[in-house]
T-cell receptor
């Protein structure tokens, strides 16, 4: 099993460009998450999806949109990238309350 | 609001010694779970240990153990016989009940000195 697959691993954008980060899990998990990691700030939740067909805002949703395409896939879109969105992005999934998060390998995004 | 606080941005420990990383949290729930994750330079997120709040016994995984003080809302991680491979960022995390949102602390960077 691949677990959580996240693409791309690295991306450089210019201010104002758009892009979509892709995430897929093959563990039949209900819940999926997008986090961003910045130095000194830990992992902050951008959006999450408790189940297929539902999405909810996390702590830092501004500037992002998400799509839970099906049970496997949960994408994160930046419509107009800003330098403040330079960060490492992680996708994660989980199956039940209290169980661990399974993480993707992360995306290093730089917005110039 | 539920929060997770790690007050030690950085810690150092000599190889083979013991170190304790602190974590406090705030919740009104009575039944919940707590986690410690390790992030080495590879950026991979690795589960270290998991504690169930309704269990009074502290969780242990080999050299890693926790000191869980429910009344004080404290969840510290003890690493015994520290090894060079333990050098990493360590995050404390708490999944909120109902919404299943996992909240992370700001992390503690652990340096292991040879």
């Amino acid at each position: 099993n691949a677990g959580v697959t996240q693409t791309p691993k690295f991306q450089v954008l210019k201010t104002g460009q758009s892009m979509t980060l892709q995430c897929a899990q093959d563990m039949n998990h209900n819940s999926m998450y997008w986090y961003r990691q910045d130095p000194g700030m830990g992992l902050r939740l951008i959006y999450y999806s408790a189940s297929e067909g539902t999405t909810d805002k996390g702590e830092v949703p501004n500037g992002y949109n998400v799509s839970r395409l099906n049970k496997r896939e949960f994408s994160l879109r930046l419509e107009s990238a800003a330098p403040s969105q330079t960060s490492v992005y992680f996708c994660a999934s989980s199956n039940q309350k209290g169980w661990k998060l399974f993480f993707g390998s992360g995306t290093q995004l730089s917005v110039l | 609001a539920q929060t997770v606080t790690q007050s030690q941005p950085e810690m150092s420990v000599q190889e083979a010694e013991t170190v304790t990383l602190s974590c406090t949290y705030d919740t009104s729930e009575s039944d919940y779970y707590l986690f410690w994750y390790k992030q080495p330079p590879s950026r991979q997120m690795i589960l270290v240990i998991r504690q169930e709040a309704y269990k009074q016994q502290n969780a242990t995984e080999n050299r890693f153990s926790v000191n869980f003080q429910k009344a004080a809302k404290s969840f510290s991680l003890k690493i015994s016989d520290s090894q060079l491979g333990d050098a990493a960022m360590y995050f404390c995390a708490y999944p909120t009940s109902g919404t299943y949102k996992y909240i992370f602390g700001t992390g503690t960077r652990l340096k292991v000195l040879a």
